[in-house]
């Protein structure tokens, strides 16, 4: 399987990079020689085995803990807002995306 | 003042604050005059020397108060991975460039002043760019020089971390290690670094880059170093989803807890050492298998017993550790927007062009790479075929390990299979440098412990790391094991030329 210049687009796309020409031919030919090595990995049977998404569940139960539904943070919004590109009346700003 | 102070480690150094010989404010002075004056090997990203003073001056005064931890008034530096509030936060990216964070990592508190141990931040560590890269060639800072030759890299990602406390700036350093960035870069320096298990330090304020495998750890001179950093950075944090929850042991005293039935020179009596077959391949370069099994040697004369064990699945944890950390990446990273913080492009239209250049001017070309993968592997009718598949052969490799603990209480090898190479070697092939990562891999998959202790020396004079795995939780037997190799080893005493 080889990765053709449209899929760089497409993945590009989805990823939110703006990738210049020459970037794009750079990415194709890494990304082809990357999936050069993943190849080894396909060809592996692995029917019947779970995944193993965090890895402290190869030995143990690891349930997803909940926190109290309370209010625990304070209001620090300037804090937060301090290394924000654009704010105004404490608000981040974006280009206008409703007419 | 004595031009010593550089010399001491943590344990040493502690001591001498802890008796009188030396104030922190001396020692923090002398290694600020010492770290400017080093500023060719790239490793400080930040410094602030009146913050230092002022921490160093409050840990004096804690500790005539009487209210002194083992590590009050000893400096540290951090990787600028970690967030903290008093000096700028850039996990290595234009991205981040001058981003002020409002609150410190939990890491970061708990070394810190307060709550914490009172050490003294000494500065912001260079690395690759969010923790991506094997030589920290990936910084948007520049590169680190390694100080035993300054045409070679540290290795990475925690190049600055390795280089400075290798340098003797600084006695500690923490790092962190997603597929190896602490191991690698303390062999590569020939200092001594451990990743706990997953779970056992907080996430809580380091920029994330794989979140089923990132994990800080200290990086120090010696075994002894380590276990008292570890002991005051570990623990149960609720503002990490997976934290684990139990309680911090004391890892100086499992280090120096004598193992059951040990005589007096034989301090590993009954330790089995795995050594599976897959870490000594026809391309481990041969400096640096003389270097390790010289090492593995002097274990057995401390008592321990070699078995052969297999991890069958060695190689391919190269391929599922490149899918599964991309892929976690790409969902991370996707919070650089431009709008909430960091980078924001100059020139653009509508939102969707905002995000895009912001991004494309913000990363560098690794971290683009890597978004890349993951956005690949994650898409819609890609995802069975990479990335499920990956995350089942990463069970695999998981119970390849429980089946060599079976036969052994300790895995050893090689931490990279060359000594460190050259500035710009391996910017041309970013496949050429995953390969390169291929016996650190394995234990981050499976989100075991794993220590570099210095080994010796291999080609032209550069250090050569000792890598212990352990089972889960076992951060006191493979620290136990790497002090009593310490105690009978000198390599983690040499220091590079000036």
Excluded at chain 2, 452 to 473: K, T
Aim: with cysteine; hydrophobic share 45%.
């Amino acid at each position: 399987m080889s990765l053709t210049p449209e899929d760089v687009n497409r993945i590009a796309l989805l990823a939110r990079l703006d990738l210049s020409g020459p970037e794009k031919q750079a990415m194709l030919d890494q990304l082809n020689g990357f999936f050069g090595i993943v190849e080894r990995m396909s060809a592996v049977d692995t029917s019947g085995v779970e995944p193993l998404y965090t890895p402290l569940s190869a030995v143990q139960a690891v349930a997803l803990r909940l926190r109290d539904d309370v209010v625990t943070e304070t209001d620090q919004r300037e804090l937060n807002q301090k290394s924000a590109p654009a704010v105004a009346d404490g608000l981040f700003l974006v280009p206008k995306v409703v007419e | 003042m004595s031009a010593a102070w550089q010399d001491l480690g943590v344990a040493p150094l502690a001591r001498a604050l802890q008796q009188g010989q030396v104030s922190s404010v001396e020692v923090t002075q002398h290694l600020l005059t010492r770290l400017a004056a080093h500023s060719q090997l790239g490793a400080f990203l930040a410094t602030d020397p009146e913050l230092s003073l002022a921490q160093a001056r409050a840990a004096d005064a804690r500790r005539a108060a009487g209210q002194a931890h083992v590590l009050t008034g000893v400096p540290i530096a951090h990787k600028d991975i970690f967030v903290t509030r008093a000096l700028p936060s850039t996990a290595g990216s234009k991205m981040l460039a001058g981003y002020a964070s409002p609150f410190d990592a939990t890491v970061v508190a708990r070394l810190g002043e307060g709550e914490g141990a009172g050490m003294v931040m000494l500065g912001k560590l260079n690395c690759d760019e969010f923790a991506m890269g094997s030589d920290n060639e990936n910084s948007a800072f520049g590169p680190v020089r390694n100080p035993w030759d300054l045409q070679r890299v540290p290795g990475g990602s925690s190049g600055g971390s390795a280089a400075a406390v290798a340098a003797r700036l600084v006695p500690a350093a923490t790092g962190t290690d997603t597929g190896g960035s602490i191991r690698q870069p303390a062999s590569f320096c020939g200092v001594t670094g451990i990743k706990p298990t997953y779970g056992v330090c907080s996430r809580y304020g380091m920029v994330a880059f794989a979140s089923s495998l990132d994990q800080a750890g200290p990086m120090a001179r010696s075994a002894e170093d380590c276990a008292l950093l570890l002991s005051a950075m570990a623990g149960f944090d609720p503002r990490d989803a997976t934290s684990a929850e139990r309680p911090a042991p004391d890892y100086h005293a499992q280090m120096l807890a004598p193992r059951e039935g040990a005589a007096a020179g034989k301090p590993l009596q009954g330790l089995r050492i795995g050594l599976p077959k897959e870490f000594f391949p026809q391309a481990l370069a041969g400096d640096v298998e003389r270097a390790v099994r010289a090492a593995l040697a002097e274990l057995e004369k401390l008592g321990a017993t070699l078995v052969d064990v297999s991890l069958p699945r060695t190689e391919l944890s190269i391929p599922v550790y490149y899918i599964i950390a991309p892929a976690e990446a790409s969902s991370n990273l996707s919070r650089f927007d431009g709008v909430k913080f960091g980078h924001r492009a100059k020139d653009y239209g509508d939102l969707r062009s905002l995000y895009e250049r912001t991004r494309a001017e913000g990363f560098g070309p690794e971290v683009k790479r890597r978004i890349m993968i993951g956005t690949y592997v994650l898409s819609h009718g890609y995802y069975d075929a990479y990335y499920l598949q990956a995350q089942k052969l990463r069970r695999m490799i998981a119970d390849d390990f429980q089946a060599c603990f079976r036969h052994c209480d300790l895995i050893a090898g090689p931490v990279a299979p060359t000594v460190a190479w050259k500035l710009g070697a391996q910017q041309d092939d970013p496949v050429k440098a995953y390969l390169a990562d291929i016996f650190t891999l394995p234990a981050s998959l499976a989100g075991l412990p794993g220590m570099s202790v210095p080994a010796g020396f291999g080609e032209a004079g550069l250090p050569v790391g000792l890598q212990l795995i352990g089972n889960y939780f076992d951060e006191g037997r493979l620290l136990h094991a790497a002090h009593a190799l310490q105690q009978a080893t000198d390599f983690h005493l040499r220091a590079p030329a000036a």
